[in-house]
Antibody, heavy 120, light 112 residues
Framework: EVQLVESGGGLVKPGGSLRLSCAAS????????MNWVRQAPGKGLEWVSS????????YYADSVKGRFTISRDNAKNSLYLQMNSLRAEDTAVYYC?????????????WGQGTMVTVSS | DIVMTQTPLSLSVTPGQPASISCKSS???????????LYWYLQKPGQSPQLLIY???SRFSGVPDRFSGSGSGTDFTLKISRVEAEDVGVYYC?????????FGQGTKVEIK
């Protein structure tokens, strides 16, 4: 079964850090671009970051640029999001999502999400 | 960034009746390769989003044929021919032609 499972969410104070993970199974992870998409409580979907299959290309939303770092380990079938200098407005459910290519491609498989709460 | 605007923002539908959601983009989503990169997702209550339609009108694997997508350029429509109880949730359009990918605000569909 094709599956993405996020972990690493939790409660963190403003200015703190958190590292999210996304474990992939059931498909050839190294052949796909991967993405992080977030959803603030009661709000819509916001793309956060994308990484190409070989990590050659990486993009970030302006709202997280310089604070978040996306990475992947194809040997471990895993995607990561290192989040530093967290703000209250980063509070959201974070989803990892698969895409065939970096751009021009739908997010066809999504994980169940992991909740990040930034609060003092 | 490309702005995606959905209407209506909420919809109450009697089971068995049709439903339609509009999505307009601030720029054309037609690529030089001839394809149009507009997608539709459904987020059922308490679940993660799931892909329904890709490239305007192609149904993703397992999506019932009561769902159809149409449109071109900047104007797109998702239609449900006969709404069923399992179709409740929030529907999002998304453009994939330019980075960053952007989503519409979402349309909440409920059953009367």
């Amino acid at each position: 079964e094709v599956q993405l499972v996020e972990s690493g969410g939790g409660l963190v104070k403003p200015g703190g850090s958190l590292r999210l993970s996304c474990a992939a199974s059931g498909f050839t992870f190294s052949s796909y671009s991967m993405n992080w998409v977030r959803q603030a409580p009661g709000k819509g979907l916001e793309w956060v970051s994308s990484i190409s299959s070989s990590s050659s290309y990486i993009y970030y939303a302006d709202s997280v640029k310089g604070r978040f770092t996306i990475s992947r380990d194809n040997a471990k079938n895993s995607l990561y999001l290192q989040m530093n200098s967290l703000r209250a407005e980063d509070t959201a459910v974070y989803y990892c999502a698969r895409a065939v290519t970096m751009a021009l491609s739908a997010f066809d498989i999504w994980g169940q999400g992991t909740m990040v709460t930034v609060s003092s | 960034d490309i702005v995606m605007t959905q209407t209506p923002l909420s919809l109450s539908v009697t089971p068995g009746q049709p439903a339609s959601i509009s999505c307009k983009s601030s720029q054309s989503l037609l690529h030089s390769d001839g394809k149009t990169y507009l997608y539709w997702y459904l987020q059922k209550p308490g679940q993660s989003p799931q892909l329904l339609i890709y490239e305007v009108s192609s149904r993703f694997s397992g999506v019932p044929d009561r769902f159809s997508g149409s449109g071109s350029g900047t104007d797109f429509t998702l239609k449900i021919s006969r709404v069923e109880a399992e179709d409740v949730g929030v529907y999002y359009c998304m453009q994939g032609i330019h980075l960053p990918p952007t989503f519409g605000q979402g349309t909440k569909v409920e059953i009367k």
